[in-house]
């Protein structure tokens, strides 16, 4: 079964599959009910896909799974901003849509494997299945993935990890898929560009005006007027300081409704809290209370070598803050690309 | 755990979704072929060939009066079931509310809608019953005089057939001055129409699913019913629809609504019926647990509407398409992926039983052989997903 959200990369990926010899069904799943316009959900891409399950001459279904995608992606989402945190929807729906509710279906119907168009490996090495990082690295969506346990990696295959985006395109050009040139779909599925997260949240919660107060000496030096879109580390729209240096905001209290900003330099973090309950280690925890490992903090951010300890990732240097909602990607010191497992920034 | 694929090879297809539109018949097509060879398409004009096509058009009009009892005149051709549907509705200018069933299709619940807003009138949903079928007393309590009222003739869904002739009845009792709509799209392969007719002022019918051309729709539109056009231009249709019809539709038209006069005349539907009862009663013999929808009241002779409790659409239809069963949900919305009907809704189907229903739709071009295999294909399939729940 091949996930097609009528995007290029699952395109090429029931494609691949295909050639190889397998006997192919795409699935799209209809998550997002309201408008969409980011290239991913709308009922134009429902037809893209549709329109190239026919090109490739494979059978093709649409999946309804909006309810679950509400409950577990839209309403959390909202729910963390109402806290001050950052959510990345995209690995909540992952890790109970995607990987959940249609790998449920993918084995009730007797399919051998989940197949999607995300851009990573699988690798299998004598009964060991593991998660590591695309060919192309610039592409590489192992991040988002790094949630999944080893007992759901044995169930999917990722065709196009091998590819780099441009062989992906080209191939798609090259058996003359509809969606070759298709640009990718950016940002989250359900959040409009007009809109945008504010118009968004607007409807569904709350937006706080708040004050911006100097970490340092408690003075009030500004004001925001969404508290609930200020991400922590955030460098823009607080304003600069008397020496003309960035504001960095460090605390979003929502309750109190103040953001704490403070500079650059200050804002640094030695230290981040994880939340004990979202660990996933997909070759179970490490032996050590203490260990090294190579840390992602965000989709494409450089990856950091630090130390686990406990629930905590310590750094050797200090590095720029990071939003609580957000995902820390574990990989291995010894196998630079393979993913260890995950877990969520706490505050 | 993985388990072998339900059927490796590509199964021969059984279409049991007619509901959705029928093939072109064999006839249709040659008498459509044939309707304009050397003529040019357009009926209007003032020369000679021009009045051949248009006497083309005019012998398939009477053909399609005849065949349901009223004037040519009568007769207005669309560019399909949901154009009719929609004209239907806001083709009457000043009704005092505009009042549906709970379960009519899409084509006449959107444009109620918005035909009412666009008239600042209320719409007003008649209740069904567990059946799907409107009561009528209380129907005739809450629909005002000068209204505009539409009821289907049966549901495209379950296929429960709605009491028209008594609800006119009841509302010329009452007194009400009504005008009645009815989109009798679903009913006309399978039903006899004379009755609808005649009781209702507007009367909406589909080309596809008489088997017959998709470009084409009727709306009966009864002498004297206050109208006015949707699209507009040329003045077509006695300016009620603006356009240059296709004559070879309407040709195709004819001839589709001509057999299926024949099959309703000569009892050919009685043996539809059976068969559909076969098949209920096989997938009932295996599996007693799954629910048969409207089967307590008179319902449309092909039409099989079940729902798997514990079970979602998708699985079913999914395992069926494998095994070349063609059938439906019964509702999907714009991108095609089922959804809860607003039809079982209504009856009280609870939204989890509403999320496993599927659709059958046979039709007399179905076989015994074939409700054998789709008996087998719908058993199979559903223990299937029942050993997977546990």
């Not at chain 2, 409207?294 to 494998?322: C, K």
């Given at each position: 079964m091949v996930a097609m959200s009528g995007g290029v990369d699952s395109s090429v990926a029931a494609l691949l599959l295909l050639e190889q010899g397998h006997d192919v069904t795409g699935v799209t799943l209809k998550l997002w009910d309201g408008p969409s316009d980011?290239?991913?959900?709308s009922v134009a891409d429902v037809d893209d896909a549709r329109r190239v399950a026919s090109q490739l001459g494979i059978d093709y279904h649409v999946a309804n799974m909006a309810d679950e995608f509400t409950a577990h992606v839209v309403e959390p989402y909202v729910d963390a901003h109402r806290l001050g945190h950052t959510p990345n929807p995209c690995i909540e729906c992952n890790r109970h849509l995607k990987f959940g509710s249609l790998l449920a279906m993918m084995d009730r119907l007797g399919f051998e494997a989940l197949a999607t168009g995300h851009h990573a490996r699988i690798r299998s090495r004598e009964n060991r299945v593991d998660l590591i990082r695309g060919v192309d690295h610039a592409k590489d969506q192992s991040y988002v993935l790094s949630m999944l346990s080893e007992e759901q990696l044995r169930q999917i295959s990722l065709p196009v990890g091998e590819m780099t985006k441009a062989e992906v395109r080209q191939l798609a050009l090259d058996r003359g898929l509809r969606t070759s040139m298709k640009p990718d779909s950016q940002d989250v599925c359900f959040i409009q560009s007009g809109p945008g997260r504010r118009g968004f949240l607007e409807e569904r919660s709350q937006i706080t005006p708040g004050e911006i107060i100097d970490a340092q000496s408690g003075e009030v030096v500004g004001a925001v007027d969404a508290l609930e879109l200020v991400t922590l580390g955030q460098r823009q729209g607080l304003g600069i300081d008397a020496e003309g240096v960035k504001r960095v905001a460090v605390r979003v209290d929502i309750a109190a409704k103040r953001v704490e900003v403070t500079t650059p330099e200050r804002s640094l973090i030695s230290e981040l809290p994880l939340f004990d309950e979202t660990f996933n280690w997909v070759h179970g925890p490490p032996q050590a209370e203490s260990t090294r490992v190579i840390a992602q903090l965000r989709a494409h951010a450089d990856p950091i070598i630090c130390t686990l300890q406990g629930s905590r990732l310590i750094f050797d240097q200090p590095i720029n803050p990071v939003a609580p909602g957000q995902t820390a990607a574990f990989y291995d010191v010894d196998d630079a690309d393979a993913v260890l497992g995950s877990a969520i920034v706490a505050l | 755990m993985q388990r072998p694929s339900l059927s490796p090879e590509q199964s021969p297809s059984i279409f049991f979704d007619h509901a959705a539109g029928s093939p072109l018949r064999g006839d249709v097509a040659q008498a459509m072929a044939e309707a304009l060879v050397g003529l040019p398409p357009n009926p209007s004009g003032a020369h000679r060939l021009a009045r051949r096509t248009q006497g083309v058009l005019e012998d398939a009009r009477e053909s399609i009066a005849n065949a349901l009892a009223v004037d040519p005149r009568e007769v207005v051709i669309t560019g399909g079931g949901t154009e009719s549907c929609n004209l239907g509705i806001f083709g009457v200018p000043s009704p005092t509310a505009i009042c549906i069933s709970a379960v009519e299709h899409v084509a006449v619940r959107e444009a109620a809608v918005a035909a009412g807003a666009a008239l600042g009138v209320e719409v007003i949903e008649l209740a069904v019953d567990r059946d799907g079928v409107i009561d009528v007393h209380k129907a005739v309590t809450v629909i005002p005089d000068g209204a505009l009222v539409s009821v289907m003739a049966?549901?495209?869904?379950?296929g429960a057939i709605q009491p028209i002739a008594a609800l006119r009845k009841a509302l010329r009792h009452a007194p009400r001055t009504v005008i009645m709509h009815c989109d009798a799209v679903a009913a006309s392969p399978t039903m006899a129409l004379d009755e609808i007719i005649a009781s209702c002022d507007l009367i909406s019918l589909a080309g596809h699913k008489l088997g017959?051309?998709?470009s084409c729709g009727i709306l009966i539109v009864k002498s004297g019913t206050p109208f006015r056009p949707r699209a507009l231009g040329g003045g077509q249709e006695l300016e009620r629809r603006a356009g240059t019809q296709d004559v070879a539709g309407v040709v195709g038209m004819a001839q589709a609504i001509s057999d299926v006069h024949f099959e309703i005349e000569t009892g050919a539907v009685e043996s539809l019926r059976k068969r559909r009862d076969r098949l209920q009663a096989l997938i009932l013999d295996a599996h007693p647990t799954v629910r048969v929808h409207s089967q307590r009241v008179d319902r449309l002779a092909g039409h099989l509407h079940m729902s798997v409790p514990g079970v979602v659409s998708e699985d079913l239809l999914m395992l069926f398409d494998q095994q070349g069963l063609c059938a439906s949900a019964g509702a999907a919305c714009a991108s095609g992926a089922p959804r809860a009907s607003h039809v079982l809704i209504a009856m009280g189907v609870s939204e989890d039983d509403a999320r496993g229903a599927f659709r059958l739709t046979l039709a007399l071009s179905n076989s015994d052989e074939e409700v054998d295999r789709a008996g087998e294909v719908v058993i199979r399939s559903i223990s299937r997903l029942k050993a997977s729940q546990e």
């Amino acid at each position: 079964m091949v996930a097609m959200s009528g995007g290029v990369d699952s395109s090429v990926a029931a494609l691949l599959l295909l050639e190889q010899g397998h006997d192919v069904t795409g699935v799209t799943l209809k998550l997002w009910d309201g408008p969409s316009d980011t290239g991913c959900c709308s009922v134009a891409d429902v037809d893209d896909a549709r329109r190239v399950a026919s090109q490739l001459g494979i059978d093709y279904h649409v999946a309804n799974m909006a309810d679950e995608f509400t409950a577990h992606v839209v309403e959390p989402y909202v729910d963390a901003h109402r806290l001050g945190h950052t959510p990345n929807p995209c690995i909540e729906c992952n890790r109970h849509l995607k990987f959940g509710s249609l790998l449920a279906m993918m084995d009730r119907l007797g399919f051998e494997a989940l197949a999607t168009g995300h851009h990573a490996r699988i690798r299998s090495r004598e009964n060991r299945v593991d998660l590591i990082r695309g060919v192309d690295h610039a592409k590489d969506q192992s991040y988002v993935l790094s949630m999944l346990s080893e007992e759901q990696l044995r169930q999917i295959s990722l065709p196009v990890g091998e590819m780099t985006k441009a062989e992906v395109r080209q191939l798609a050009l090259d058996r003359g898929l509809r969606t070759s040139m298709k640009p990718d779909s950016q940002d989250v599925c359900f959040i409009q560009s007009g809109p945008g997260r504010r118009g968004f949240l607007e409807e569904r919660s709350q937006i706080t005006p708040g004050e911006i107060i100097d970490a340092q000496s408690g003075e009030v030096v500004g004001a925001v007027d969404a508290l609930e879109l200020v991400t922590l580390g955030q460098r823009q729209g607080l304003g600069i300081d008397a020496e003309g240096v960035k504001r960095v905001a460090v605390r979003v209290d929502i309750a109190a409704k103040r953001v704490e900003v403070t500079t650059p330099e200050r804002s640094l973090i030695s230290e981040l809290p994880l939340f004990d309950e979202t660990f996933n280690w997909v070759h179970g925890p490490p032996q050590a209370e203490s260990t090294r490992v190579i840390a992602q903090l965000r989709a494409h951010a450089d990856p950091i070598i630090c130390t686990l300890q406990g629930s905590r990732l310590i750094f050797d240097q200090p590095i720029n803050p990071v939003a609580p909602g957000q995902t820390a990607a574990f990989y291995d010191v010894d196998d630079a690309d393979a993913v260890l497992g995950s877990a969520i920034v706490a505050l | 755990m993985q388990r072998p694929s339900l059927s490796p090879e590509q199964s021969p297809s059984i279409f049991f979704d007619h509901a959705a539109g029928s093939p072109l018949r064999g006839d249709v097509a040659q008498a459509m072929a044939e309707a304009l060879v050397g003529l040019p398409p357009n009926p209007s004009g003032a020369h000679r060939l021009a009045r051949r096509t248009q006497g083309v058009l005019e012998d398939a009009r009477e053909s399609i009066a005849n065949a349901l009892a009223v004037d040519p005149r009568e007769v207005v051709i669309t560019g399909g079931g949901t154009e009719s549907c929609n004209l239907g509705i806001f083709g009457v200018p000043s009704p005092t509310a505009i009042c549906i069933s709970a379960v009519e299709h899409v084509a006449v619940r959107e444009a109620a809608v918005a035909a009412g807003a666009a008239l600042g009138v209320e719409v007003i949903e008649l209740a069904v019953d567990r059946d799907g079928v409107i009561d009528v007393h209380k129907a005739v309590t809450v629909i005002p005089d000068g209204a505009l009222v539409s009821v289907m003739a049966a549901n495209n869904e379950t296929g429960a057939i709605q009491p028209i002739a008594a609800l006119r009845k009841a509302l010329r009792h009452a007194p009400r001055t009504v005008i009645m709509h009815c989109d009798a799209v679903a009913a006309s392969p399978t039903m006899a129409l004379d009755e609808i007719i005649a009781s209702c002022d507007l009367i909406s019918l589909a080309g596809h699913k008489l088997g017959g051309p998709p470009s084409c729709g009727i709306l009966i539109v009864k002498s004297g019913t206050p109208f006015r056009p949707r699209a507009l231009g040329g003045g077509q249709e006695l300016e009620r629809r603006a356009g240059t019809q296709d004559v070879a539709g309407v040709v195709g038209m004819a001839q589709a609504i001509s057999d299926v006069h024949f099959e309703i005349e000569t009892g050919a539907v009685e043996s539809l019926r059976k068969r559909r009862d076969r098949l209920q009663a096989l997938i009932l013999d295996a599996h007693p647990t799954v629910r048969v929808h409207s089967q307590r009241v008179d319902r449309l002779a092909g039409h099989l509407h079940m729902s798997v409790p514990g079970v979602v659409s998708e699985d079913l239809l999914m395992l069926f398409d494998q095994q070349g069963l063609c059938a439906s949900a019964g509702a999907a919305c714009a991108s095609g992926a089922p959804r809860a009907s607003h039809v079982l809704i209504a009856m009280g189907v609870s939204e989890d039983d509403a999320r496993g229903a599927f659709r059958l739709t046979l039709a007399l071009s179905n076989s015994d052989e074939e409700v054998d295999r789709a008996g087998e294909v719908v058993i199979r399939s559903i223990s299937r997903l029942k050993a997977s729940q546990e």
